[in-house]
């Protein structure tokens, strides 16, 4: 098993200026993102896979790592993060990917660009199954229907679990089509 994974942060009482904070349909964001999950939550969590990830992993108290992957936000306005940092358990180098920093078109403020989440599972042995337990609007699960992959996501949010829902179940609907896909390739939701 594989946790690929983007927990709250704890940064919502941070959130100060720039115009994206303002908008208001993020400033929920302040609430949910106030307190990080509890540190024995993310030590479970992380612990759970053979291969793991956590985005925003800087932010917990987690081993030492030798591979830190960096997304680098090529288009991060002054108020934001120029990268954000995820945490692995893998004995590699750190690796970095250039990207912008995406549109949040499916309601979580805080959604992770596709290509970066295709990415990042490229870290990820083939035949894993991927457990995202704050897949927030899913796009983790999109990206493992896009690769053939078997998924299981878990969101406490309804809102965001139905956006989820939705999206890896169209995702899966209609995958890759250059993508070879396994009979066992399916995904798995739960609330």
């Known amino acids: 098993m594989a946790v690929v994974t983007d927990p709250p942060y704890g940064l919502g009482r941070k959130m100060q200026g720039g ?23 993310v030590r479970d969590v992380v612990a759970a ?10 932010y ?3 081993p ?5 992957l960096i997304w680098n936000k ?29 549109r949040v078109e499916f309601g979580h403020p805080t959604q992770k660009p596709l290509p970066l989440m ?6 990820v042995p083939d035949g894993a199954v991927v457990l ?8 983790t699960g999109v990206a493992c229907a896009r690769l053939g992959r078997r998924f299981i996501g878990i969101e406490i949010d309804e809102r965001y679990f139905e956006i989820a829902v939705e999206r890896v179940a169209k995702s899966y609907e209609q995958p890759d ?15």
């Open 74 to 102: 090529t288009n991060a306005v002054p108020t934001m993060a120029d990268f954000e940092m995820a945490w692995t358990n893998l004995d590699r180098p750190a690796k970095r990917f250039n990207a912008p920093v995406g």
């Open 118 to 123: 295709l990415w990042t599972l490229g870290f």
């Open 64 to 68: 030492p790592a030798r591979c830190w």
């Open 60 to 62: 917990f108290d987690l």
């Open 19 to 41: 115009t994206w904070g303002a908008k208001d349909g993020f400033k929920e964001m302040l609430e949910w993102d106030a307190e990080p999950p509890a540190a024995d939550l």
């Open 177 to 191: 089509l250059f993508v070879p896909r396994s009979a066992a390739a399916h995904q798995e939701t739960l609330l």
């Open 132 to 139: 995202d337990p704050f897949m927030g609007s899913g796009t």
């Open 49 to 58: 896979g053979d291969t793991s990830i956590l985005w925003g992993g800087q």
